[in-house]
């Protein structure tokens, strides 16, 4: 059964950093590329980042490069979302995803609240 | 990255259908076959049920189908059920991934 299990929200300053992580489980890690999504409290899912299955590619959305970093651990079949100078605007649950090409999510993780406010 | 359009709001009764549309540009929609279709309940995570435009993953009823026109993919779900209550959010490949701003389905 695949599992991806987030964990590291909290509620954090404006200009804090934080580290997300996701735990994957029930399938080969590395053939994957990886991603991951936001929802700002009421509001719809944004994508943030993607990495290849290697991690030889990354890419991001507009409003996080420079801040945001998605990085990979094969041997320990994990994907992390290191979060950098955070901004109120990105409180919201994040998700990790599996990407099984194109964009296409099929499965996700639970979610893990991250709250920037002073 | 500019989200892709869908209506805020859909309905229909019990055993009905109804459709949501989503509206992007050549660069995504409109410029491959990679559009998917995501549900989400209150509090849950997003669940994949149309890939590729039109192919459903194992388990989703055949009650929801997928179609593409030009930069418009639509999303039908056909004898309406209860459970069917959600919000529903398109997404396509553009060089990064996009997302609609989502259509909260409701059963009257």
């Known amino acids: 059964e695949v599992q991806l299990v987030e964990s590291g929200g909290g509620l954090v300053q404006p200009g804090a950093s934080l580290r997300l992580s996701c735990a994957a489980s029930g399938f080969t890690f590395d053939t994957y590329w990886m991603a991951w999504v936001r929802q700002a409290p009421g509001q719809g899912l944004e994508w943030v980042a993607s990495?290849?299955?290697?991690?030889?590619?990354?890419y991001y959305l507009d409003s996080v490069k420079g801040r945001f970093t998605i990085s990979r651990d094969n041997a320990k079949n994990s994907v992390y979302l290191q979060m950098d100078s955070l901004r109120a605007e990105d409180t919201a649950v994040y998700f990790c995803a599996r990407d099984s090409g194109w964009h296409k999510l099929d499965y996700w993780g639970q979610g893990t609240l991250v709250t920037v406010s002073s | 990255q500019s989200a892709l359009t869908q209506p805020p709001s859909a309905s229909g009764s019990p055993g009905q259908s109804v459709a949501i549309s989503c509206t992007g540009t050549s660069s995504d929609v409109g410029g491959n076959n990679h559009v998917s279709w995501y549900q989400q309940h209150p509090g849950k995570a997003p669940k994949l049920i149309i890939y590729?435009?039109?192919e459903r993953p194992s388990g989703v009823p055949d009650r929801f189908s997928g179609s593409k026109s030009g930069n418009t993919a639509s999303l039908t779900v056909s004898g309406l059920q209860a459970d069917d209550e959600a919000d529903y959010y398109c997404s396509a490949h553009g060089g990064s991934g996009v997302f609609g701003g989502g259509t909260k389905l409701t059963v009257l």
């Open positions: 990495i290849k299955e290697d991690g030889s590619e990354k």
């Open positions: 590729e435009v039109s």
